[in-house]
């Protein structure tokens, strides 16, 4: 259903217009009314019209200012003068704003139908026009957008075969001047949505092209460093002054050959947010981050240093050592390739090389490992270095845990070792404990967690076993063979033994005499 907007101040050619055109073409049309050509603009500021009927001479705005105004607009409705005078002037003035009828009152039936079937052909006609076009360059856009995706992701292409890409893809009215601008949105998916928002005000202009990137940031290609410009500012106020975003913007490329050059030069842009503060601009320019110091160098000294002291009592060496690495005059002037570098350092000769030496760690430990992997997982470096920090206590535990598990492992071994070679003698936890130079309560438990069982059952099953082989390869006494496995008397052997074979002695070693040949030990 087309609008139809009636603009007459006689309020009886008004109504009676849109009773004629509702009786003779049901449903055709929403018919809107207006008294004077500035409640006719007020109307189509609501509800555009496809087609208007206006009278010429009318209070408050007549029918020739409201046509200037009408023509003017982006696709405009269809325009119809109906009008008492035969006057030149008016024919002129309609003529100059490509009215398509002019017709003079009393309006006749046919002629009114045949004006408005006639606009109706146009106006199908045109649609169709539209379509095409719009179709055409919705495929023309799409094949630039291929274009530029291609390009982007080939880092090493080079400039004449960018040119002829861009070529055949119609890229070359972006010269002699162009920016791309490149929007981090930190994962924030309603930034992206406003930002195409925005641009979409400018579609009909034609001097910018938008994508997505493989990391699903916004790019920009335009003529007008303006839009860039605009967006940042639209955004910003969107955003309240939250930070949640922020624009890379590469300076002027003047050869369209430049695209991957330019493309970079705005990631290189965009790496600069960790560094700026929370309250500055999101909008950071090529131009200013070249103003940067690229002679830092990552002090391998220091990385040395800060990998030796883990797994040590120097918790404050460790993190002076991380605060040389990003010291505040660094953070002011250094290219953010040092950082890059410094991160690549501390995976790599320090995080990486824990886990080597010493294995898999917690699930917690591997979770800050991964989030530490990268500085663009962070908003800002201040929160990279503070993960990076927490990372390396929480490596300085489990490495100091690692070693003291490892030492006592060395010191349950010789343990065992002081309690085999004397298992004879009057033998006690506490003369085993200083052996190895521990304290009694811990040993005790060190022990237990070592062997499995206790030092009091540890010894019993040693002494019971020694007294099974010389009962099983000797003739030597009950008596005899107690006293040499470190039981005090022979009743304490006797008691000890049964309670844990089921049988004394003697009926052990029965046993073993009176068996078959041929019976397997059991």
């Not at 087309?2 to 073409?25: C, S, Y």
């Not at 087609?51 to 003017?72: F, N, S």
């Not at 790496?271 to 309250?279: E, G, W």
């Not at 800002?380 to 003291?404: E, G, M, P, T, W």
Request: aromatic content about 10%.
């Amino acid at each position: 259903m087309r609008t139809l907007l009636i603009v007459d101040d006689e309020r009886n050619i008004r109504v009676g217009l849109k009773a004629m055109i509702e009786r003779e073409m049901p449903g055709m049309y929403h018919i809107a009314l207006a008294a004077d050509g500035r409640q006719a603009i007020e109307s189509y500021g609501q509800e555009p019209a496809d087609i208007v009927i206006t009278d010429i001479r009318m209070p408050v705005m007549d029918g020739i200012a409201l046509i200037e105004q009408l023509a003017g607009m982006p696709n405009g409705p269809a325009l119809l003068i109906l009008s008492g005078f035969d006057d030149f002037q008016y024919a002129k003035a309609a003529i100059k704003h490509k009215v398509k009828e002019y017709m003079l009152k009393p309006i006749v039936r046919d002629d009114l139908f045949a004006a408005l079937g006639r606009i109706e052909s146009e106006l199908v006609l045109r649609e169709a026009i539209q379509y095409k076009i719009k179709a055409t360059d919705k495929y023309r856009r799409g094949m630039q957008v291929n274009t530029l995706q291609h390009i982007w992701a080939r880092p090493g292409i080079g400039t004449e075969e960018v040119q002829s890409l861009c070529l055949e893809a119609g890229l070359l009215s972006f010269e002699p001047a162009y920016y791309i601008g490149l929007l981090d949105s930190a994962g924030n998916q309603r930034n992206l949505v406003k930002g195409n928002e925005y641009l979409t005000g400018y579609e009909q202009q034609g001097s910018f092209l938008s994508l997505e990137d493989k990391d699903g940031r916004l790019v920009v290609l335009t003529s007008e460093q303006e839009i860039l410009l605009g967006l940042a500012d639209y955004l910003g106020a969107d955003s309240g002054g939250t930070g949640t975003f922020t624009t890379g913007i590469s300076s002027k490329g003047e050869s369209i050959g430049q695209l991957q050059l330019k493309y970079e030069e705005a990631r290189q842009a965009l790496k600069y947010r960790i560094l700026i503060s929370r309250s500055e601009s999101a909008l950071i320019h090529y131009g200013q981050i070249t103003l940067r110091d690229r002679n830092y160098r990552v002090s391998e000294d220091t990385i040395r240093k800060l990998a030796n002291v883990l797994g040590t009592d120097r918790d404050k060496e460790m993190k002076a050592y991380l605060m040389e690495l990003f010291a505040a005059k660094a953070l002011c002037e250094a290219d953010i390739g040092y950082f890059e570098a410094v991160s690549q350092a501390l995976n790599e000769k320090v995080f990486d090389q824990v886990f080597h030496t010493y294995g898999e760690a917690s699930v917690e430990i591997i979770k800050m490992y991964k989030l530490a992997g990268s500085l663009y997982n962070f908003s800002h470096i201040q929160d990279y270095i503070h993960c990076v920090q927490d990372l390396l206590f929480a490596l300085n535990d489990y490495i100091r845990h690692l070693k003291s598990v490892h030492v006592d492992q060395k010191d349950m071994g010789k343990a065992v070792e002081y309690i085999q070679a004397n298992y004879s003698k009057d033998l006690s936890m506490t003369m085993v404990s200083n052996h190895v130079s521990l304290n009694y309560s811990y040993f005790s438990q060190a022990f237990k967690d070592f062997v499995g069982t206790s030092f009091v059952q540890y010894l019993k099953n040693l002494r019971i076993e020694k007294a099974k082989e010389l009962l099983e390869t000797t003739e030597l006494k009950v008596l005899e063979i107690g006293d040499r496995v470190g039981f005090e008397n022979t009743k304490h052997f006797n008691r000890v033994f049964k309670e844990m074979q089921g049988v004394t002695p003697l009926e052990y070693r029965q046993n073993r005499i009176d068996r078959p040949r041929g019976t397997l030990n059991g």
